[in-house]
């Protein structure tokens, strides 16, 4: 074992002696490097947005924007982060760096104003920017006019304006934001960020971290963590860390002892079989909407709601479920597709029905020492699929209520249906009355008004500050009217 290291802007440094709930924020802040900001401590405002070095899908290495408010230092031992200060290019002694193509443009298109919330914005912006599949349309040309991209969330330079949908600006304005992210270029072949990506990322390392009677542990194989759980049942277990580091900044939760499992390799696939794809519990949910690439069209209609892409680029499904929330976005949807979670332990596997999972809030029927290595989805897949998500704001938001629908509709008759809801239970559950008012009738407004009606009774909302249980069941109702309305001329066609 080696004493846990972590290289920032190509030097490496010690964690020691951080405590091991320190997150990468405070590592970073404490070291110097005070671009990197604090504004939320709950991974909504991106200010201390930095990049992490990770497996590619396109190309070996991805840049890959992360909240370090969330993510504990020594979860990063053995990796290679770049802040907002690594990406302008060292001159010679006595002269300024040289600005960064993104820094560059958030400058001359007046992008910053008080500062605060700008190195965090300039990360999110630069792991767009080395996104190795992103391109300038053929038909805009490089115009850096925001006026020629082609959608209200996309740039002529390829650009995406979801990757900084978890950044917030309080007095700048989002406009001159948005004409620097459309005005980047791509990188040049001696950009050194751009040369990093052709070579492989830091392999996982085993962390054994210990400081003030606290321990921070990641094993090698699953098989040592599992074994590791049984001796330690009280282990706190951590993959992106997005719901245990709000825990930690907020309310000041600590853990004796923390257990990484983010880079376990047995949790990291995805596998395509005749019958089902299964998915791994530590995937991050970029990761596998881009391995997807729209093949699971409901998980495809999640993934741009489901919180921002800070937090995609580190929330995983396992932890998702693991959480037990009733108002996760992921269940929801993983109920409607009929999904089952493969379940772990140091004795061997199990495999559960999502369906039978949920027993009470936050409660499952996953024992101690048990953990969840991959989600399955059966296959084939409906083809008549929706997810309607409530909520206060459009994106980067919890839901009020979440429903999702997987219909099998044949000959005008909807031969199958599977509705997950969220936010009206205790636990996430599946709409068993609805299904029943489905099937076997004509996909007619008759059987969808009907329906509805069936709809607006199921689970046990309640008020609260989100919503009020009346606003709840009329959206459960209202949101089966929509699949309707979205989906009769499809279907009829």
């Given at each position: ?71 504990p230092a020594a979860a990063l031992d053995g990796q ?181 499992i983010d880079r376990l390799p047995e949790l990291r ?139 099998d509709i044949e000959d005008g008759i909807v031969r ?78």
């Amino acid at each position: 074992m080696t004493e846990a290291r972590i290289t920032v802007n190509g030097k490496e440094a010690p964690i020691s002696p951080a405590a091991p709930h320190t997150t990468a924020l405070d590592f970073l802040r404490e070291r110097g490097l005070t671009g990197t900001k604090e504004g939320c401590a709950e991974g909504e405002c991106g200010a201390c947005s930095v990049l992490v070095a990770r497996p590619g899908v396109h190309k070996p290495t991805d840049w890959v924007a992360v909240n370090a408010c969330l993510v504990p230092a020594a979860a990063l031992d053995g990796q290679e982060i770049i802040t907002s200060e690594g990406l302008a290019t060292v001159g010679e002694p006595g002269t300024p760096p040289a600005l960064h193509p993104v820094q560059e443009e958030m400058a001359v298109r007046g992008g910053s104003q008080c500062g605060y919330c700008t190195p965090g914005f300039i990360c999110s912006m630069a792991s767009e920017y080395y996104r190795p599949d992103r391109c300038a349309h053929a038909d805009s040309g490089d115009s850096a006019d925001a006026a020629g991209s082609t959608d209200a969330e996309h740039g002529p330079n390829g650009f995406d304006l979801h990757s900084l949908s978890g950044n917030l600006c309080r007095c700048t304005g989002y406009r001159p934001i948005r004409d620097a992210a459309f005005a980047v270029g791509t990188p040049t072949d001696e950009d050194p960020l751009a040369q990093r990506r052709e070579q492989s990322p830091p392999a996982p390392v085993a962390t054994e971290y210990a400081q003030d009677g606290s321990t921070f542990l990641r094993k090698s194989t699953l098989a040592e963590t599992l074994q590791l759980l049984r001796e330690r049942p009280d282990a706190v277990v951590v993959a992106g860390s997005t719901d245990w580091g709000v825990e930690v900044n907020i309310r000041s939760r600590r853990a004796d002892c923390v257990v990484a499992i983010d880079r376990l390799p047995e949790l990291r696939e995805l596998r395509v079989e005749s019958d089902y794809i299964e998915i791994g519990a530590a995937l991050t949910l970029t990761e596998i909407e881009r391995r997807l690439d729209g093949d699971i069209p409901l998980l495809a209609e999640l993934f741009p709601q489901f919180a921002s892409r800070l937090i995609r680029n580190g929330a995983t499904l396992g932890g998702n479920l693991g959480t037990g929330s009733p108002i996760g976005d992921s269940p929801p949807v993983l109920l409607a597709l009929e999904a089952s979670v493969v379940l772990a332990d140091a004795d061997g596997e199990r495999v559960v029905p999502l369906a039978d999972y949920f027993t009470g809030y936050r409660q499952s029927v996953r024992r101690p020492g048990e953990l969840i290595r991959a989600v399955r989805i059966p296959l084939p897949l409906s083809p008549v699929v929706a997810f309607h998500k409530i909520a206060k704001r459009r994106f980067d938001d919890i839901s009020s209520v979440a429903v999702a629908f997987a219909l099998d509709i044949e000959d005008g008759i909807v031969r199958k249906a599977r509705i997950g809801l969220g936010g009206v239970a205790a636990t996430p559950i599946r709409s068993l009355a609805t299904e029943a008012a489905l099937e076997g009738k004509l996909w007619t407004a008759e059987t969808a008004d009907a329906a509805a009606r069936v709809l607006r009774g199921e689970g046990t909302p309640m008020n609260d500050h989100r919503a009020s249980a009346l606003y709840r069941s009329a959206m459960l109702g209202q949101s089966l009217l929509k699949l309707y309305a979205q989906t009769t001329e499809a279907v009829s066609s």
